[in-house]
């Protein structure tokens, strides 16, 4: 099934962007902003404190 269409632009982590095979791709930071026409994307850190996945020196996030 397919979930996008060619004008669709994906933004996230480089580990993501680097396993996708979409052309539209766009890397994001944790804490950065981009505005694509009147939608702003932010991505912000998601990690877990006390267990071994999804470690903050990953840099991980969610947008």
């Known amino acids: 099934m397919k979930m996008s269409k060619p004008e669709t632009i994906i933004y996230s982590s ?5 396993s996708t095979k979409l052309k539209n791709k ?4 944790p804490f950065e902003k981009i505005e694509n026409g009147n939608v702003v994307i ?5 990690y877990n404190v006390n267990k071994d996945f ?8 969610y947008n």
Do not use: L, P, R
């Not at 480089?14 to 680097?18: A, F, P």
């Not at 766009?26 to 930071?29: L, S």
């Not at 932010?42 to 998601?46: K, R, S």
């Open 26 to 29: 766009k890397v994001i930071k």
């Open 14 to 18: 480089q580990d993501v962007i680097t």
């Open 42 to 46: 932010e991505g912000f850190q998601a």
């Open 54 to 61: 999804h470690s903050k020196k990953n840099d991980w996030f």
